[in-house]
């Protein structure tokens, strides 16, 4: 039996991978076995069905690491493997500063010299942006929480089931930091050794001039990973000691990353 497709919920993901691969926009879907989820094409089911992994489980996940560990690289090949939304406070932060609102010119300073915004303020972004629809099958919060208070908030909100403690040395930090390059309309991020754009300078799909973040300049940078010693490297005792904690070696190429995270997360 078919089913229209819902408006809202945890199949956006999946309905936006339906459409890179065939061109259609899904009409219907079809539970065909547990976990599979058959879409269907507009006025040509039989021959668009496509069967796409859905979600084990409900899955909530927290990243954490120092910047520049590779937290938003993995959360965009994770949120396709896992089907759920990749959530980044430091991305919202941006598309705010980006779109002048109230909360962007609050914040604009603070990003550009690595501090935290205050807990108050990302507390209650999180929170609405967790009530949206998409978030109700599972999170990917990559750089929340970031203190204490946040983490506690966290908890009251909805409990993490893993948090994945991202770990890398100091030294490949900063080569990874100092070589970042961005799209700024899209947020897609490259590395001009590691993952360099196809034409130098330029995104490869917009052909939009890539920008340094203000965030990536040395001093900043610097200041980003006190901040993070400080503030945030605690939380690592405090999940560890709630027993929902995984350490992550990310020192290889990102897709051996994800395949040793889906392995610890199994
Ligand atoms: P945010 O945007 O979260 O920055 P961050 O935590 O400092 O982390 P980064 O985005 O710098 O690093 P990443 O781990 O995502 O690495 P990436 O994948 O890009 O936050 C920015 C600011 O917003 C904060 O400083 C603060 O002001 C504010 N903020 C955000 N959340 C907040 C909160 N909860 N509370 C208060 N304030 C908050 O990778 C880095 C580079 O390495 C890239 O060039 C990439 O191509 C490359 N790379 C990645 N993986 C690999 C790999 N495996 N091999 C080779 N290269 C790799
Ligand atoms: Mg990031």
Request: proline fraction near 6%; include cysteine; charged fraction near 30%.
């Amino acid at each position: 039996m078919s089913v229209r497709m819902p408006d809202h919920g945890f199949s956006d993901v999946l309905q936006s991978r339906f459409r890179r691969w065939t061109g259609l926009v899904p009409s219907a879907f079809r539970i065909a076995e547990p976990h599979i989820l058959n879409f269907m094409g507009e006025g040509n089911c039989s021959v668009h069905d496509i069967a796409v992994p859905l979600p084990k489980k409900i899955m909530n996940l927290v990243f954490l690491g120092p910047p520049g560990a590779g937290k938003g690289t993995i959360a965009a090949l994770a949120k396709d493997a896992f089907a759920i939304p990749h959530i980044s406070t430091g991305d919202l932060f941006r598309a705010n500063i980006k779109n002048e609102t109230e909360l962007g010119k609050l914040v604009k300073s603070i990003l550009a010299a690595g501090d935290l915004v205050p807990d108050e303020v990302t507390i209650k972004m999180v929170e609405n942006r967790l009530a949206e629809p998409d978030a109700a099958g599972g999170y990917i919060l990559d750089g929340f929480p970031r203190t204490i208070a946040q983490a506690d908030a966290l908890s009251s909100m909805r409990e993490p089931d893993h948090v994945v403690n991202f770990v890398l040395g100091r030294d490949e930090i900063l080569k990874r930091l100092s070589g970042r390059r961005v799209c700024k309309s899209t947020g897609r991020t490259y590395h001009i050794i590691y993952n360099p754009p196809k034409v130098e300078g330029v995104d490869d799909e917009t052909g939009e001039p890539l920008i340094q973040r203000d965030d990536d300049k040395e001093e900043a940078i610097m200041n980003r990973l006190d901040v993070y010693e400080k503030s945030t490297a605690p939380l690592i005792d405090y999940y560890r000691k709630k027993g929902i904690l995984v350490d992550l070696d990310c020192s290889g190429k990102p897709e051996d990353i994800l395949k040793a995270l889906e392995k610890l997360l199994a």
